[in-house]
């Protein structure tokens, strides 16, 4: 309990800002940019809670590497019709703690979406678990799990969480 | 032909009045007497108001909006004139445009790729003769048979209305003399857009008209405007109709009286309105710089049914009313100033939208007030309100503010349209 | 991306409470001493997205001194008749840059309003663009925009995001 | 106004994670671990705004002691028959000051329930009002008072907030 060994303020300050640009980035509709938090040999995937208490591998999305990633936000600047809308993530304190040669990192997050008209809905709220690691001196994304406790999701999961 | 859905709930309530004093609380929350107003209110015979012409200035341009609460697209065709189209595909009946605003060739449905030009008119089916004669649309399909939905179009000074229904007489004649003036005053010159501003109000949409037709509650409830001088009901103004009274114009002239003229004397004597000891740190706001020829510091026009004129000093904009249900309508507010305002005149205005809409120091409680008549009437929805200021009888011009004569006004013409008989249940 | 060049814990912590400061007051309808947290001529400003994107300059809320601020709140306390209310503000993590003598500062918010009898509905999510300065030591807010996703405004809009 | 004085961002790290902590304990459904934040002479309330602004002494949910507080968690898991959902804490910036042998924190909150089959609802927002004291060196809750803006409380209230 209470602080997590090892961490310093300035080592949960960068975590703490590596999710808030993510969020920032979503928010911003930057999804270009947002790939580029990942390392190459990334893993992200959307799952519910719901498999997950219930040992089912089943994501809502999945992507085994950063070059997957690009082809889903490709897609869907080509491809996907989906409903237009603004994405606002807040996300709670950030617990970090070292793992490996990297650290473990988890937050709750609550997504709201509003449509270009400005009504605004709550989309999805759960948990983020990510694994991190430096990079050329930059905090990367190796790993990004996005447990949802909102498994029925409203309309269509487009854009990541 | 069977009448249409909701046609019976008319009969539950009464207008014992023929002025329409007495308004029964079922016209308020009854979501029978809504559908009933889709079609004989906003498909009726009467002018919508749709936008303005400078929101889409070049051919292509689009914006998306509502009339009723059927979704619209307003938009210019290439050859420069103007169309308003039911947003609604003539296939499966989706969405054709889902931006809200923008510039296009054509209206392509997503979902089928059926694509319709700036008129409405049919223009592309995928696969209409399928592939080597298989599939397809059978060979008698009519393309010019299923274009989108329009509305007639009429144009004033730049603003757009448009109308469901063949029978609307002209729109210069629907809005009458002294309706077109205020249209044509306010659009004396081109317009520049400001930006938007929309509020969802938790009420029914007639609470709101009724609201832009009752002079007595300005000086009552917008305190703002009473303590700081904008228009009190002691100071020079009125409301003018049009030969229905389906119109209104509420206006105040400068020189309304402040509360330090008015005295203890006033008639805000008993109520806790109308302190004469508070001031603004920066009246700059109240400021008002003269550009009508007439002498109109507020001219709020109350086009029926669905739209508002509104000049609060130089704070300009016209709203659009969009109802939703029985129980929540959307104000959808476009502010603008003039193309040849300077840059000072530009700030003034945006300084001076803090006048108006959902956050305006003046206009904020119209959402509460509806809202608390909407929660209060919710059952008893025969008992009425009572619609008396400035007495009963025919509906005239007010030379006074203490009135809401103008409410009845809209009632009358709202009766007629609807096919309730006023006053012959006592 | 990572942490921004230049940031201490110490000043990210100070940018952060300010913030925080700026939310909970306005929960607890310290209004007046909401305004504090502003320099005299400060510009207060609420945006809608939709018209942020399409480049038009008409605020929901605009108070370019903090004189005509004070104005809004003394006009919210004796003339304004609105609906009673409880807000509560969530902010998430703020980015905190250098800027000139200064620094710029953003952060997500979600806006929750309820009424006297304890019913909430979420009222406004978006963001907050501040420009701080230090002045007699003390940081304080030069310039806040508050952009709103939710630009379609519940009811009305009285007191400030 | 700006930083409390004397809280160090080390200090103010340390307080963040146990309210990051106690939020992700909660939503975990790990109440016997949660309880263990608490010190032994403890008191945890849940309070609406409606009673305290009244100056109401009732409470939605007391508990004096470590030992009720273990009880009323005992109860859940044996006796009582409550909505099964999922918790999502999410916790805003904390304030800490310096209080007699301890600090006080507070920060708002918003909590989401989502039934198990995925679909979540707005369930309670307000405000954490804490002393914390250091105890064997491990930072511990003495007093926790929650106070609700949603005093209208949607179906029941099991599980803590």
């Known amino acids: 309990t209470g602080t997590p060994r090892g961490v310093s303020p300035e080592m949960h300050l960068e975590v703490t800002m590596l999710f808030e640009e993510y969020g920032r980035l979503l928010d911003a509709d930057s999804l270009e940019e947002w790939t580029t938090l990942f390392v190459p040999d990334c893993r992200y ?28 936000v490709y897609s869907l600047r080509e491809a996907n019709v989906f409903n237009i809308h603004y994405d606002c993530h807040l996300i709670g304190p950030v617990r970090v703690t070292p793992q490996g040669d990297g650290w473990a990192a988890t937050a709750a997050y609550s997504l709201f979406q509003s449509i270009q008209a400005g ?21 990367r994304i190796v790993r990004m799990r996005v447990v949802v406790d909102t498994g029925a999701i409203l309309t269509l999961l487009a854009t990541p969480i | 032909m069977t009448a249409p859905a909701g046609a019976d709930a008319l009969s539950c309530y009464t207008f014992p009045a023929a002025d329409c004093s007495r308004i029964p609380y079922g016209m308020y929350r009854d979501p029978d007497v809504f559908e009933l107003e889709q079609e004989r209110i906003f498909r009726g015979p009467i002018w919508n108001y749709l936008a303005l012409e400078a929101e889409i200035p070049d051919p292509g341009d689009y914006r998306l909006i509502a009339v ?47 694509s319709f030009d700036l008129t409405g008119k049919l223009i592309g089916v995928p696969f209409q003769k399928g592939i080597k004669g298989v599939g397809g649309l059978p060979a008698d399909f009519d393309k010019a048979c299923h274009n989108l939905q329009r509305l007639r179009v009429e144009t004033m000074n730049g603003a757009i209305f448009g109308t469901f229904c063949d029978e609307t007489p002209p729109l210069e004649d629907y809005l009458g003399p002294v309706f077109s003036h205020q249209v044509r005053r306010l659009f004396h010159k081109p317009v520049r857009v400001l930006g938007y501003q929309r509020q969802r109000i938790f009420g029914n949409w007639k609470l709101y008209t009724d609201n832009l037709r009752d002079p007595n509650h300005g000086g009552l409830l917008h305190m703002f405007q009473i303590t700081f001088g904008i228009a009190r009901l002691s100071g020079t103004g009125g409301a003018r109709v049009d030969a229905d009274g389906k119109h209104n114009l509420s206006w105040a002239s400068q020189g309304g009286r402040t509360a330090q003229e008015d005295g203890a004397e006033g008639g805000y004597a008993g109520t806790d309105r109308g302190d004469m000891n508070i001031r603004l740190k920066d009246p700059s706001l109240l400021r008002y710089h003269k550009e009508f020829p007439d002498d109109l510091t507020l001219a709020v026009t109350s086009l029926f049914a669905n739209a508002a004129l509104q000049q609060i000093g130089n704070t300009l904009a016209v709203r659009q009313l969009r109802p939703r249900s029985a129980d929540e309508f959307e104000i959808v507010s476009t502010f603008f100033g003039y193309e040849d305002d300077d840059e000072a005149m ?28 909407h929660r209060a009437i919710v ?48």
């Not at chain 2, 200021?389 to 011009?397: E, K, L, N, S, T």
């Open chain 1, 45 to 72: 995937e959307i799952m519910s809670r719901e498999n997950i208490e219930q040992n089912l591998p089943l994501s809502l999305m999945l992507c085994d590497s950063r070059d997957m990633l690009d082809d889903r």
């Open chain 2, 346 to 373: 530009t700030r003034h205005r945006l300084r001076k939208a803090n006048l108006a809409g959902p956050a305006g120091l003046v206009s904020m409680e119209d959402g509460e007030a509806v809202e608390l008549v």
């Open chain 2, 379 to 426: 059952r008893d929805m025969d008992k009425h309100s009572i619609v008396e200021f400035g007495g009963r009888g025919p509906v005239v011009d007010q030379e006074n503010l203490i009135s809401d004569v103008p409410m009845r006004g809209f009632w009358i013409y709202y009766c007629k349209l609807m096919g309730i008989r006023a006053g012959e249940t006592a």
């Open chain 1, 119 to 139: 009504e605004t809905r709550l989309f999805s709220v759960g948990r983020y678990h990510a694994e991190l690691r430096r990079v050329d001196n930059v905090l």
């Open chain 2, 68 to 114: 009723g609460d059927t979704p619209v697209i307003v938009n210019r065709a290439r050859d420069g004139s103007l169309h308003a189209l039911v947003n609604r595909c003539s296939h499966r009946g989706a969405e054709v445009q889902r931006n809200l605003h923008g510039n296009t060739k054509v209206h392509t449905c997503c979902y089928h790729q059926w």
